[in-house]
């Protein structure tokens, strides 16, 4: 697909570190499977990924955990 920020690169399957904050807890996910802009970097995840990304640092924020830094499992 074509990337939506630059606007002029296409993405190709690889894998991601993605940040997440919320409130006083930063969680970092390490190889999640994603699109990524040859171009610009930026990266995309899928709706299931997306999902289960956002679970797991919910779940994290919800134990208080000031820092954590995980690895994506599938």
């Not at 930063?26 to 699109?35: L, Q, S």
């Not at 171009?39 to 820092?67: F, N, Q, W």
Request: aromatic fraction near 6%; charged fraction near 25%.
């Amino acid at each position: 697909m074509k990337c939506t920020i630059c606007k002029t690169g296409h993405t190709h399957p690889g894998t991601a570190t993605v940040t997440l904050q919320r409130d006083n807890t930063v969680v970092v996910i390490r190889d999640v499977p994603a699109e990524i802009c040859e171009d610009c970097g930026e990266y995309y995840l899928s709706e299931p990924i997306a999902r289960r990304v956002y679970a797991d640092a919910e779940k994290t924020a919800s134990r208080h955990v000031e820092v954590e830094i995980q690895r994506y499992a599938a």
